[in-house]
């Protein structure tokens, strides 16, 4: 991709047993950019889900595009300002009960300057 031109997002597929996750402040996207290890994750808001599909019983199935929030650029040194920079995302999900998914890792990305 290139920096300030092209736009990198994220999609997956997810499963929820009981249906609890989305629309509130506990349900968040953790994302994490490999290159800056020390930063941590980041939360972000999950999309909103229509609250008439939530039903414990049957679950609920889907399909979910992430935006990562800033869009990725080259580190600021001379090296990756004039080469493009190599990241991953590592992200997973945490429901109103807080519990976890499965962490996942992109593949790589390649942002040209």
Do not use: W
Request: contains cysteine; aromatic residues 8%.
């Amino acid at each position: 991709m290139h920096a300030n031109i092209d736009t990198t997002y994220i999609e997956f597929s997810l499963v929820d047993g009981d249906a609890d996750i989305g629309n509130d402040t506990v349900s968040v996207i953790h994302i994490k950019d490999s290159r800056y290890d020390t930063a941590g994750f980041v939360k972000m808001a999950f999309p909103n889900i229509d609250g008439s599909v939530e039903d414990p019983k049957k679950g609920l199935e889907g399909k979910c595009v992430v935006f990562p929030f800033p869009q990725p650029v080259p580190r600021l040194d001379s090296v990756h300002l004039i080469s493009g920079d190599t990241l991953t995302y590592e992200f997973y999900i945490t429901d109103r009960a807080n519990h976890e998914s499965n962490h996942i890792t992109t593949h790589q990305l390649i942002v040209r300057p």
